[in-house]
């Protein structure tokens, strides 16, 4: 347990619906990540947040994802109408920031399956 | 853009010793970490370079060439539980923000 949490673990939705992930970094890091990731694939960097602002998105995100952190601790990632080609397990991770940010706790994950 | 290369797979023999590889390219180098994935598992930290040379903990040792783009991750007294997915990371700044970029990642199966 890295101490970084994701809720639901699973999430099984039929296309065209949105779904909401929740993620719950490590209380003193102050930057926040959100990443993809496919079977034999590396994580795919989605967007990142330092403290509350969203600093950077990455160009491969659609308009249908978006992402926020309120008061800069939990953060959310909302996909809408979602499409089978969005079916992924989808982590979360924090770090400090700055230079440290090269050491990422991560989250278990939650795996994403649109039908 | 940032683009890191390193093989797919590589099987080792219990108790031996296996290196993983790992080019990249990228502007803004920072440095290069690496990170272990079990089978449904999280990825997790297990070192990180920002200067030339050898990285030591414990059985596990990482090496960076700024110069030539290159590093790797040195696994020695390989043990059943190393079996796992490894992935090489290029931290980089750009825009005053540091991030990291994942290769494809190295499944490592170690064979009795």
């Known amino acids: 347990d890295t101490g970084v949490s994701q809720d639901p673990r699973h999430k099984i939705t039929k296309r065209g619906q949105n779904v909401t992930f929740r993620c719950d970094p490590i209380?003193?890091?102050?930057?926040l990540y959100w990443y993809r990731q496919t079977l034999g694939q590396g994580p795919e960097f989605l967007t990142y947040?330092?403290?509350?602002?969203?600093?950077?998105k990455s160009r491969l995100l659609s308009d249908r994802f978006s992402a926020e952190r309120p008061k800069g601790s939990f953060s959310t990632l909302e996909i809408q109408r979602t499409e089978q080609g969005d079916s992924a397990m989808y982590l979360c991770?924090?770090?400090?920031?700055?230079?440290?940010?090269?050491?990422?706790?991560f989250g278990p994950g939650t795996r994403l399956t649109v039908t | 853009g940032q683009s890191l290369e390193q093989p797919s797979e590589v099987t080792a023999v219990e108790g031996a010793i296996v290196q993983i590889n790992c080019t990249y390219q990228?502007?803004?180098?920072?440095?290069l970490s690496w990170y272990q994935q079990h089978d449904g598992g999280a990825p997790t930290f297990l070192s990180y370079?920002?200067?030339?040379g050898l990285e030591e903990t414990g059985r596990f040792s990482s090496f960076l060439s700024r110069s030539d783009s290159y590093g790797y991750l040195l696994l020695q007294e390989l043990q059943m539980k190393d079996s796992a997915s490894y992935f090489c990371?290029?931290?980089?700044?750009?825009?005053?923000?540091?991030?990291?970029?994942f290769g494809k990642g190295t499944k490592l199966s170690v064979i009795p």
């Open positions: 209380s003193e890091h102050n930057r």
């Open positions: 991770a924090s770090s400090l920031g700055g230079q440290g940010s090269y050491e990422q706790y």
């Open positions: 947040f330092q403290n509350e602002a969203q600093l950077e």
């Open positions: 990371a290029v931290a980089y700044s750009g825009a005053g923000s540091y991030q990291l970029t």
């Open positions: 990228t502007s803004g180098f920072y440095g």
């Open positions: 370079n920002a200067l030339d």
